[in-house]
T-cell receptor, first 113, second 115 residues
Framework: DVKVTQSSRYLVKRTGEKVFLECVQDMDHENMFWYRQDPGLGLRLIYFSYDVKMKEKGDIPEGYSVSREKKERFSLILESASTNQTSMYLC????????????FGPGTRLTVT | AQSVTQPDIHITVSEGASLELRCNYSYGATPYLFWYVQSPGQGLQLLLKYFSGDTLVQGIKGFEAEFKRSQSSFNLRKPSVHWSDAAEYFCAVGAVNSGNTPLVFGKGTRLSVIA
């Protein structure tokens, strides 16, 4: 079974703090993704990576950065958290090519106060 | 570019009734198509996928979906809904010729099940 784990299920941070969300997958997937999910807006892609040290901006990269130093790990960084970044954050991973279904982690509910 | 529309934001069905969730996509060729389910507070779980071949695909939990090229649709169906099916459902499309591009997701349909 594919397993995608996220470092925290719930996180509460203060405005201005630097926040790290970590994601680890155990299936040797090349691709990894970070989404945020808000009611009525569905999933919005923040960043994705198709290889170690490679990253691509998604639809809403502003206020976020990412790091992928190892194939199995993809980190999302909020440089200075703001209240409008309160959301559910979902990590996913996939192979490249035909078998490209994405496997999701359980999500991190981040609250910024 | 691909896009996905799920016309129904929220659907309520009675337990035991049949279900159909609609999904329409926009893509220049035959895409890869997926349905995911998300239980409250959880991540997304893959229900089924279509790559090619038989246009009726079977998935987990008794779900099926039918690809209709002429209608650019990939509707999800279940003959008899159980209370545990209450969740949010997402349709997604992937580009056939690009191995790196992310799937494009619809905004989801929330399913409520009443007794």
């Amino acid at each position: 079974d594919v397993k995608v784990t996220q470092s925290s299920r719930y996180l509460v941070k203060r405005t201005g703090e630097k926040v790290f969300l970590e994601c680890v997958q155990d299936m040797d997937h090349e691709n990894m993704f970070w989404y945020r999910q808000d009611p009525g807006l569905g999933l919005r892609l923040i960043y994705f990576s198709y290889d170690v040290k490679m990253k691509e901006k998604g639809d809403i990269p502003e206020g976020y950065s990412v790091s992928r130093e190892k194939k199995e790990r993809f980190s999302l960084i909020l440089e200075s958290a703001s209240t409008n970044q309160t959301s559910m954050y979902l990590c996913a991973s996939s192979f490249q090519g035909r078998l490209r279904e994405q496997y999701f982690g359980p999500g991190t509910r981040l609250t910024v106060t | 570019a691909q896009s996905v529309t799920q016309p129904d934001i929220h659907i309520t069905v009675s337990e035991g009734a049949s279900l159909e969730l609609r999904c329409n996509y926009s893509y220049g060729a035959t895409p890869y198509l997926f349905w995911y389910v998300q239980s409250p507070g959880q991540g997304l779980q893959l229900l089924l996928k279509y790559f090619s071949g038989d246009t009726l695909v079977q998935g987990i939990k008794g779900f099926e979906a039918e690809f209709k090229r002429s209608q650019s649709s990939f509707n999800l169906r279940k003959p008899s809904v159980h209370w545990s099916d209450a969740a949010e459902y997402f349709c997604a499309v992937g580009a056939v010729n690009s191995g790196n591009t992310p799937l494009v997701f619809g905004k989801g349909t929330r399913l409520s099940v009443i007794a």
